[in-house]
């Protein structure tokens, strides 16, 4: 079994996170969504923004390898003034060992005694339940911050399935 870390990401990685994204995106093919958005979509480039600037802050990690190659990420940022989990992804060929989980938990040590704040698919097995048996749950829309409410719009502008994307809390 290959041995994993999790560490900040460094400046210049960023091509590796859109990579590990991509390749993890693919996988809701298998239930019915696709992904179409070209690389200079507005919404790939304000994501591949966030990314960037998630990592020039310190509020971007990695899963690596022993060799030190990305294969999973999280970035975070805050948003209402309240951390908040931007993106989770792990390459296919590294799922299923524990990397979402222990970066996951970095998302959680980095957000300290505040709420964690998420927005994800209700409806796909690695998304909602997998949140839920970390001790997030969803929270109605009314609930949320305005900044948290337009991000939560946007997708359900420019992703498929929008009825199904959700905020979701761990307290």
């Given amino acids: 079994m290959s041995q994993y870390s999790v560490r900040h990401a460094k400046p210049g990685e960023l091509s590796a996170l859109i990579a590990i994204d991509d390749a993890a995106s693919r996988l809701y093919e298998t239930v019915g969504i696709t992904f179409d958005m070209a690389d ?11 990314w960037a600037r998630a990592i020039e802050q310190g509020a971007a990690f990695v899963a ?72 997030f749950y969803q929270v109605p829309a009314n609930l949320c911050g305005p900044e948290l409410l337009a991000i939560l719009d946007g997708q359900r502008v420019a992703l498929p399935e929008p009825d199904q994307r959700i905020a979701m809390v761990r307290t």
């Fill in 40 to 50: 200079d979509h507005p919404f790939v480039v304000a994501e591949s923004e966030r």
């Fill in 64 to 135: 690596v390898e022993s060799g030190e190659s990305p294969v999973g990420f999280i970035a975070l940022k805050r948003v209402d003034n309240e951390p908040y989990l931007d993106q989770l992804s792990v390459h296919p060929d590294h799922m299923r060992q524990g990397l979402g989980a222990r970066l996951l938990s970095q998302a959680i040590q980095w957000s300290g005694d505040h709420p964690l704040w998420l927005t994800t698919y209700a409806h796909v097995q690695w998304n909602k339940p997998f949140y839920e048996r970390y001790g």
